[in-house]
């Protein structure tokens, strides 16, 4: 026998509340120790989330804090639903899926990239000040370079934005040409910076928020020279 699905409260938002947002719902449900969520509009955007709480009775507190905030929020309560669960992958195993295949794909690019950077005439091992030493080249012109070889390889983009020249605001600025140099370094910060991407870490910035990763990387470029 079908067990029937469960009940979801439904609030969605008053009239007098109602903007650019309108006709936005949320539905939540507890099932044990796991409050599921529904959010979107009425007019058919939706997305479905999920969290893990230690106990039911957690879980439950969560969800009440919850309903109690969208209430203040100006959303109203609407007559409960019934609907299937839906089927969301485990958030930490799909965390360790990403970084397994990052790993794996830094693994089978690595040498490549090895080859194509030397091909172009530049020693990976080196920053793009440095690497141009005794060249009649700019580092913006190496950095580009880098950037571009890591794109076809990887098949990773770089928006060229970064929060970090305004930390105060923590505002999204664009990296100019002339800092391309300045701001990706070398190629070890290019290759931790496509890692942390391959691995689902990065939004809309170029900002690599593991710089410890940066020189694991650097210490494998020197390793591979010797």
């Not at 019934?82 to 690595?110: I, N, V, Y």
Request: some cysteine; proline content about 6%.
């Amino acid at each position: 026998m079908t067990s029937e699905p469960p009940e979801w409260q439904r609030l969605v938002q008053e009239p007098d509340e109602l903007e650019e947002d309108e006709g936005a719902f949320v539905e939540v449900v507890r099932v044990g120790c796991v409050v599921y969520e529904r959010t979107g509009r009425i007019d058919g955007l939706e997305r479905f989330g999920k969290r893990v709480l230690a106990t039911e009775s957690s879980a439950q507190k969560s969800l009440d804090r919850q309903v109690a905030n969208l209430t203040k929020d100006g959303y109203a309560p609407d007559d409960p639903v019934r609907r299937a669960l839906p089927e969301l992958p485990d958030a930490r195993g799909e965390r360790e899926r990403l970084h397994e295949a990052a790993r794996q794909k830094l693994e089978s690019c690595f040498g490549a990239f090895v080859e194509e950077y030397e091909k172009a005439g530049f020693d990976p091992a080196k920053t793009f000040l440095a690497a141009c030493v005794g060249k009649n080249v700019h580092p913006n012109v190496v950095a580009s370079t880098c950037l571009a070889i890591v794109s076809t390889l990887f098949g990773v983009g770089f928006s060229r934005c970064t929060r970090t020249y305004d930390p105060e605001h923590g505002m999204r600025m664009s990296i100019p040409e002339r800092l391309l140099a300045e701001f990706y370094d070398s190629p070890a910060f290019v290759i931790a910076l496509t890692r942390q991407k391959l691995a689902g870490h990065n939004g809309s910035d170029d900002d690599l928020d593991a710089p410890g990763l940066s020189d694991e990387i650097q210490a494998r470029f020197v390793t591979t020279k010797a």
